[in-house]
């Protein structure tokens, strides 16, 4: 984790917008992290210092539809690395390869396109935040099918309340996040 006063400076840039997009949802809204260069700079920075470190760098960054590939590109951008976008369905024009999971209600699917990462590639997949787990846990499925390790799942936020964080760890997936909205 980051230094206290990292976390609570990222915290106090997230809004939360109640009732949304259902009522009972707390929404948690990183676009005010965004907006202020200085607290986007803090947070880009958070990560590029960590994938810094020789021992956890990747050799490429993953971004999951849609506010991950805010965040892992200018990411990979920092660290000199490639960036590999994790689409909703029918979004990429080459072959893919895709994974469907569940959502509260239905299923998605996501795609990769089949030479985004080689075998034997450490890959860092990056999203805004952890929910149920769904979206990260597809990423992590689609990454591994074209051979590639997914070294650690990173995002801004965790709501761990909602399982998604211990289901990605129960199925090996190390995990780094910022902030974390439990209780609340």
């Known amino acids: 984790m980051p230094t206290p006063a990292i976390t609570d400076y990222l915290r106090s840039h997230i809004r939360t917008v109640p009732d949304w997009p259902a009522p009972g949802v707390q929404f948690r809204d990183i676009t005010p992290l965004l907006q202020d260069p200085r607290v ?11 994938y810094m470190d ?22 990979a951008y920092e660290l000199g690395l490639g960036f590999v976008p994790i689409r909703k369905k029918g979004k990429l024009p080459f072959t893919t ?14 795609e990769l396109h089949a030479d985004a990462v080689r075998g034997g590639d450490r890959v860092l997949l990056v999203d805004d935040l952890i929910a149920t787990g769904g979206t990260m846990m597809a990423g992590k499925k689609l990454l591994e099918k074209l051979g590639a390790t997914v070294t650690e799942g990173v995002a ?6 909602l399982g998604g964080s211990e289901r990605l760890r129960a199925a090996g997936l190390q995990l780094y996040t910022l902030v974390d909205f439990s209780g609340l």
């Open 97 to 110: 390869v895709q994974e469907t999971y569940e959502l509260e209600y239905g299923s998605a699917t996501v």
């Open 40 to 50: 986007f700079r803090v947070l880009i920075d958070t990560f590029v210092h960590r």
């Open 54 to 75: 020789k021992s956890m760098r990747p050799d490429v960054v993953a971004g999951l539809d849609a506010r991950g590939f805010i965040i892992g590109s200018v990411l």
């Open 156 to 161: 801004i936020v965790d709501l761990p309340e």
